[in-house]
């Protein structure tokens, strides 16, 4: 049987992390994986994490498990971090789970999209997340495309999206990127939320949020305006957020998958529905990185702490971004890198091609995505220089 298994080709985004491990050149540059780095290269352990870490480890009493939808508290704590004082929460209307990270919250709507709708349709931004695809498909759903970026101009096609998105039956499900867009960088205004949201209420398709980034961008409470206007404006949305990035906490894979229903009794079937598909999907989640979530978010100390951590991520990358554009320019080249600065997040694209994206892996060890997305967060002074000048010789 196993025979007949073909190899899939290496995963477009964590297969380079294979290969830049085996680079040996000393000047290598990592910008694939939307991993966050300091000046140093590093990605360390937040101090709140450490602090909250020994709080567990100290007061931990016992292993037994906690049921398919994780720890209430930490499922409560993600809801009002994701909505803040809404009366979604007072009427009761919002069931979370723990899923292993952003991914497993993914799946999981995918999952549960699918017992709402046999074939179900999700529409995904194009471009969007590598994984996306992957995701949905795994799940059962049919996965079309609307249009996003405008790769001429570098910036959003707002006019092709909300044209797209007037043609999306009801009942279909959209996902939009709350913030940070994965992998352009380019995130809608406010303006253009209104009126993605009012789409969505008018033709009456499902948002599906996915918010991997919060507080990557502009803030907390900033990042979270779509998402709160959309949970404004409809009646049922589906919320899927990662506390990988802005926990620093990858490698323990906790996310949420957050759904709204239009009433409280509705909220309890979702929860009920959401229970039975984590059961027969991995049967309940990890518990190590929500404990260390809903420690921080439990704690005024430590929540404060958090927030500095995060705002120190967030403005270093906001720096590398006006750094970039700047050394580029120092570094004789003439095309205009500004769009740069009015991208959000970790990632914007370069805007090279498939063989400069080549030779700048062959020639010079600097590993991006395919599509020329950078990790803007792995640019740091020390090697800002070797890029930028590598970069100058392939443009
Ligand atoms: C990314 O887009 O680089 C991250 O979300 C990591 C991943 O799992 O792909």
Not at 324 to 336: F, M, P, S, Y
């Amino acid at each position: 049987m196993f025979s007949e298994l073909m190899a899939p080709p290496a995963d477009p985004i964590l297969g380079l992390s294979i290969k830049f491990k085996a680079d040996e050149n000393p000047n290598k540059i990592d910008l694939g994986p939307g991993i966050y780095k300091d000046e140093a290269g590093n990605t360390p352990v937040l101090a709140c994490v450490k602090t909250a870490e020994k709080l567990r480890v100290d007061n931990e009493t016992t292993k037994t498990y906690l049921g398919s939808a994780g720890s209430s508290l930490f499922n409560d704590k993600i809801a009002d971090l994701l909505l803040g004082e809404h009366d979604i929460i007072k009427q009761n209307r919002i069931r979370t789970v723990s899923t292993p990270g952003g991914t497993g919250a993914l799946r999981l709507a995918g999952e549960f999209l699918k017992t709402c709708k046999a074939g179900a349709t999700i529409w995904v931004s194009n471009p969007t997340w590598a994984n996306h695809q992957g995701v949905f498909t795994a799940a059962g759903l049919t996965v079309k495309t609307y249009p996003y970026y405008d790769y001429e101009n570098k910036c959003l096609d707002f006019a092709a999206m909300t044209e797209a998105l007037k043609q999306v039956p009801a009942g279909d499900a959209v996902l939009l990127h709350a913030c940070c867009h994965n992998p352009s960088g380019m995130d809608l205004n406010n303006e253009q939320w209104q009126q993605v949201a009012e789409l969505a209420k008018e033709k009456g398709f499902m948002p599906v949020i996915d918010i991997a980034y919060q507080g990557f961008g502009n803030g907390l409470d900033e990042d979270a305006y779509g998402l709160r206007l959309m949970a404004n404006t409809v009646d049922e949305l589906i919320v899927c957020s990662s506390c990988s990035k802005n926990f620093g906490l990858y490698r323990e894979r906790i996310g949420g998958c957050s759904i709204i229903g239009k009433d409280a009794a509705s909220a309890d079937i979702i929860g009920a529905v959401l229970n039975r598909v984590v059961r027969v999907l991995y049967s309940m989640p990890p518990a190590h990185g929500a404990a260390i979530v809903e420690t921080i978010l439990s704690s005024e100390e430590l929540s404060a702490q958090w927030h500095a951590e995060l705002k120190e991520m967030r403005d270093r990358i906001n720096g590398t971004r006006q750094l970039l554009v700047e050394k580029l320019a120092e570094k004789g080249v003439t095309q205009d890198f500004s769009f740069i600065t009015r991208q959000n997040g970790m990632f914007s694209f370069l805007g090279i091609d498939q063989a400069q994206v080549t030779r700048l892996q062959d020639e010079f060890s600097i590993y991006v995505v395919d599509s020329s997305r950078i990790n803007v967060a792995g640019i740091s002074q020390s090697n800002v220089d070797y890029l930028t000048e590598s970069l100058a010789k392939i443009l």
